[in-house]
């Protein structure tokens, strides 16, 4: 069973525009979500995350949303550049009683910007 | 600085075969971990090793066996390879397993089983 996941495997947006990528989950207990990007032969590499007392973090063009009550959210890039053409993750972590840090990682969305 | 560095970074084996994927951290970073990636799967982790001395399954370690050597290496061995274990194999490692940790990635060992 997918806890994390995301259901757009490609998205292509133009130089300039805004990309969404999106991401829904199912375990109410994850309590921390993390973005990671990856381009091609190389590893991912963290991104943005957010709290989940929080709603919204942004950093730079890179803004994630989190709608707990939709177990939904979403990773906004604005404006899209061509170095942003890459795979992204979406991942989220549980620091209930585990307590192991053990990320659970969605399928990826390969984002295509266009010149 | 190196981060975190996988070897071989390409493999191709025979069913049956055995083979031992190295892994090695220069962040003094206590935890470590294996994942694989396949298409419309994601990534999936295999084993992980919270601190020295320590490993423990993830979401998918059949198959698959694990080694903290010390705090710098971990490494994952196929005793005996099947092709469903072709895939991507990722090593990561962070501070602690706790809390908000970002895992730093190495490149990637590509695997393939005939």
């Known amino acids: 069973d997918q806890q994390v996941k995301q259901n757009s495997p490609s998205l292509s947006v133009q130089e300039g525009r805004i990309s969404i990528l999106n991401c829904d989950y199912t375990n109410s207990m994850f309590d921390y979500f993390l973005w990671y990007k990856k381009y091609p032969a190389e590893g991912p590499t963290f991104l943005i995350s957010i709290s989940s007392i929080k709603d919204k973090n942004e950093d730079g063009r890179f803004t994630v949303f989190l709608n707990k009550s939709a177990k939904h959210l979403s990773l906004h890039i604005v404006p899209s550049q061509p170095g942003d053409s890459a795979v992204y993750f979406c991942a989220a972590i549980s620091h209930g009683s585990s307590n192991t840090g053990k990320l659970i990682f969605g399928q990826g969305t390969t984002l295509q910007v266009k010149p | 600085n190196a981060g975190v560095t996988q070897t071989p970074k390409f493999q191709v084996l025979k069913t049956g075969q055995s083979m031992t994927l190295q892994c090695a951290q220069d962040?003094?970073?206590?935890?470590m971990y294996w994942y694989r990636q396949d298409p419309g799967m994601g990534l999936r982790l295999i084993y992980y090793?919270?601190?020295?001395?320590?490993?423990d399954k993830g979401e998918v370690p059949n198959g698959y066996n694990v080694s903290r050597l010390n705090k710098r290496e971990f490494s994952l061995r196929l005793e005996s390879a099947a092709p469903s274990q072709t895939s991507v194999y990722f090593c990561a490692s962070s501070f602690t397993t706790l809390g908000a940790n970002v895992l730093t990635f190495g490149a990637g060992s590509r695997l393939t089983v005939l």
């Open positions: 962040m003094n970073h206590n935890s």
């Open positions: 090793s919270a601190s020295e001395g320590t490993t």
